[in-house]
Each structure stands twice: as C-alpha cells, then as structure tokens.
T-cell receptor, first 112, second 117 residues
Framework: KNEVEQSPQNLTAQEGEFITINCSYSVGISALHWLQQHPGGGIVSLFMLSSGKKKHGRLIATINIQEKHSSLHITASHPRDSAVYIC??????????????FGTGTLLAVQP | EAGVAQSPRYKIIEKRQSVAFWCNPISGHATLYWYQQILGQGPKLLIQ????????DSQLPKDRFSAERLKGVDSTLKIQPAKLEDSAVYLC???????????????FGPGTRLLVL
C-alpha cells in the first residue's frame, strides 16, 4: 500500500463543474503539497499546507491532520485546468530526510 | 526571478548509449533534486544535493546513473549505459534551504523526456 493515495485516478468533468480530488496519507507529515503537472511535463506547486484551508483563485485546498486527509477543489472548472494533480507530503521536520513522498496523481480532463 | 532550467527537453537514444541531462536551479537555492517520473507514476527521488554535497542518493542506480554538482550551482545527471526501463521524464527541482529548514516549496523545471529504444 502506498504511503500517499489519491482518488480518483482519472476524472472527466464538464466545463463549469465543481471538482474534488482527494488525498490520504499514512505517515507523519510536516506539510502536504498539491502540485499540477501539464502534458509538457513541468510541475508547478499549487499549495503547501499543514492545517486548515488555503485558497488561490478558483482552487481551494483543505487538510484534516487528525484524519490524514486532504482535498483539492476546483470551482467553475475550465478546460485549461486539464492536467495531472499530484499530492505529496513532507516528512516531519528534523527527521533523517526531507524528501517528498508523492502520490501517483489524478488525471483531470475538463471538456468544453 | 528565473525558474529552474533544464536541457535538453527531449532526447531519444538507443539502449546501451549514454545520455546526460543538465539543470540550473533558481539562483541562490542551496538544495537541488533529481527525480525520475515513469509514465503513470509519481516522481521518484534519485538524488538530493545540499550545495555540492550529496544528502540522499539511496534510490539512484549507481551502476549506471551518476550525478554531480561540482560548484554547488548547476548539476548534471548521466546514464551510462541506458536501458529501456530508463524511459521517463527526468525532473530537476530546487529549494532555497533544504533539510536545514522548515518545509519549503519545491520549484520544478520543465523536465527532460527520455525515450530509450
């Protein structure tokens, strides 16, 4: 079982729909990251959060530390949101390593 | 501020050939990461540098992969000889401080897409 699990693996939505992508993790963390990867390959960091909720434009990320769960929401989705969304976690600060543990990603396709 | 630069963007080689990738991190960033991302999977850390020293290379296949960051700035990753299973996107990322600080955002380059035939 992967330490970071995402669901769904694939998601197709119609333009304008509200989208939710989920991430669950089984290890202790200092922070959780949501990343966006477009077909060209480059990755952009969307959010880094350790508690509560963050909002940037139409994107909202929430985290529940007790339940070890995070969600990424996209409101009023648009075809340009089509990408792979990756959840990753940072290990607790002060440990042997600070390398990220990645989920396998959620492929989102928003159709016009 | 310029982002993380990588080259080449694409490379096609035959198995048993050699290939090298280059990465220039964001200016002033102490920590540099090389990741391998196989299609359909999340990135896997190959090696992490703090300045010009190696912090973590536990998942680097050292019989064929090598990496260096001689002056603590840019870095090269080499595969020699390449195998079919090395086909992947190779991503470089950097952070300002690295393991000596609290959690930071990693800044990724555009990646190099390698196809081994």
């Amino acid at each position: 079982k992967n330490e970071v699990e995402q669901s769904p693996q694939n998601l197709t939505a119609q333009e304008g729909e509200f989208i939710t992508i989920n991430c669950s993790y089984s290890v202790g963390i200092s922070a959780l990251h949501w990343l966006q990867q477009h077909p060209g390959g480059g990755i952009v960091s969307l959010f880094m959060l350790s508690s509560g909720k963050k909002k940037h434009g139409r994107l909202i990320a929430t985290i529940n530390i007790q339940e070890k769960h995070s969600s990424l929401h996209i409101t009023a989705s648009h075809p340009r949101d089509s990408a792979v969304y990756i959840c990753a976690v940072s290990p607790p600060y002060g440990g042997a390593t600070n390398k990220l543990i990645f989920g396998t990603g959620t492929l989102l396709a928003v159709q016009p | 501020e310029a982002g993380v630069a990588q080259s080449p963007r694409y490379k096609i080689i035959e198995k048993r050939q050699s290939v090298a990738f280059w990465c220039n991190p964001i200016s002033g960033h102490a920590t540099l990461y090389w990741y391998q991302q196989i299609l359909g999977q999340g990135p896997k850390l190959l090696i992490q540098f703090q300045n010009n020293g190696v912090v973590d290379d536990s998942q680097l296949p050292k019989d064929r992969f090598s990496a260096e960051r001689l002056k603590g700035v840019d870095s090269t990753l080499k595969i020699q000889p390449a195998k079919l299973e090395d086909s992947a996107v190779y991503l470089c990322a950097s952070t300002k401080w690295g393991r000596t600080s609290a959690t930071e955002t990693q800044y990724f380059g555009p990646g190099t897409r390698l196809l081994v035939l």
